[in-house]
């Protein structure tokens, strides 16, 4: 299934596609997309809807906002310097294990919103990723090969970022990773039974028509099952919780013999391999 959010911020309901493509309002099935709905088995209900069933929700308008595919998360936990080819264009050595950080909760929004570029910003940028979103508890995890079990779904997150306050204010990656709009999600939660392995998905994301970030997830250091039983190591992940599990090469930062960064007016687009494309407008903060 592809599950979507519409309507205005914060007042998102839930909603899937249907055969058609089209979106199909599920709030009688489903209150949010959120912990409570995973925890209870939400995605395996709706999964046992009918055709009759889902043709019988009401449609969404067109014209509606998507939200991200989930609630706010409880946490959003990434992944850094997971490509090698990226960790080369950052002159970084390729982690022995996976680099964790975290990202602010509200910095997830919509696939289609505008990106918000900081006060006193010039080095804002871009970073195409796969989004692992938890369908249920997962603590002290095995193996990697128990991971699916604990995984809702994927989706398309763009890892925005603020160079310099990443890098060279004290060295913090979580404040040049947390500002305002700067993880859209989406546009649909793919089910994990419909993805099928997430470990060679293509990937893509241009700046303005032009492309800056091609790869695949074939080519991560650290495959996503892997990533999931690791942190079940060190932090118990709840349903509802997003994973970014890091970016292929081509960020602003990595390119010769100049780096680019966004500014206001600039459009990205982002795309995976079945789980849709995003597009965003950057404005100043």
């Not at 289609?112 to 249920?136: A, F, M, Q």
């Not at 989706?155 to 040049?176: A, H, L, P």
């Amino acid at each position: 299934m592809k599950l979507v959010r519409y309507g205005q911020f914060g007042q998102e309901r839930p909603a899937l596609i249907d055969a058609n493509g089209d979106r199909r309002d599920v709030a009688r099935y489903a209150v949010d997309y959120d912990r409570v709905f995973l925890d209870a088995g939400g995605i395996e209900r709706l999964s046992r809807l009918t055709k009759d069933e889902i043709a019988a929700c009401p449609l969404v308008p067109k014209e509606a906002r998507w939200g991200a595919p989930v609630a706010r998360p409880g946490k959003v936990v990434c992944i850094g310097l997971n490509y090698a080819d990226h960790a080369a264009e950052a002159g970084m050595a390729i982690p022995k294990e996976p680099i964790v950080f975290l990202k602010a909760s509200n910095t997830v929004v919509g696939p289609y919103d505008d990106v918000l570029i900081p006060r006193k910003s010039v080095k804002t940028d871009w970073e195409v990723e796969l989004g692992v979103i938890i369908g249920k508890t997962a603590r002290y995890l095995d193996s990697p090969a128990d991971a699916a079990a604990h995984i809702a779904g994927y989706c398309v997150s763009n890892d925005v970022s603020e160079r310099e306050f990443q890098i060279e204010r004290g060295g913090q990656w979580t404040k040049g990773k947390s500002c305002d709009t700067f993880n859209p999600l989406g546009p649909w939660l793919l089910t994990r039974d419909e993805c099928g392995s997430p470990n060679d998905l293509a990937m893509s994301l241009t700046v303005n028509g032009q492309s800056r970030q091609k790869g695949s997830t074939k080519t991560m250091v650290f495959d996503a099952y892997f990533i999931v039983h690791y942190l079940s190591q060190f932090m118990t992940l709840e349903a509802g919780d997003v994973i970014t599990t890091g970016t292929p090469p081509g960020v602003g930062m990595g390119m010769k013999p100049t780096p680019v960064f966004l500014k206001a007016g600039d459009v990205m687009e982002l795309s995976i391999a079945g789980l849709g494309t995003q597009k965003q407008t950057c404005r100043n903060a």
